[in-house]
């Protein structure tokens, strides 16, 4: 079973900081993409960032400048450093993963439970 555990939420005012982490756990052979989506209440998840086996990364519009996500590949875990905070950065941000549990997959997407980000004026 591989399982997502996301940490670091939490209440910031505007303009400053957060560090998000999401620690992946269980069988997983390869990973392929891990990203952080996010949703804010009444709104439609969106995605906010993904970086790539090869360290490539892509970002949304609305955080580019100002947030960067990592990972450490031995420990299979994925940042996202949050700087500038706004009060629209407020949701519930999730972790996702895009990998394989074997040599020959089938490649699956994984999901953790989410953390909190509250962003106030």
């Known amino acids: 079973q591989v399982q997502l555990v996301e940490s670091g939420g939490g209440l910031v005012q505007a303009g400053g900081s957060l560090r998000l982490s999401c620690a992946a756990s269980g069988s997983i052979f390869s990973i392929e993409v891990m990203a952080w989506y996010r949703q804010a209440p009444g709104k439609q998840r969106e995605w906010v960032a993904t970086i790539t086996r090869g360290d490539s990364t892509n970002y949304a519009d609305s955080v580019k400048g100002r947030f960067t996500i990592s990972r450490d590949n031995d420990k299979n875990t994925v940042y996202l450093q949050m700087n500038s905070l706004k009060p629209e950065d407020t949701a519930v941000y999730y972790c996702?993963?895009?990998?394989?549990?074997?040599?020959?997959?089938?490649?699956?997407?994984?999901w953790g439970q989410g953390t909190q980000v509250t962003v106030s004026s």
């Open positions: 996702n993963l895009v990998g394989a549990r074997t040599p020959v997959g089938p490649v699956s997407t994984y």
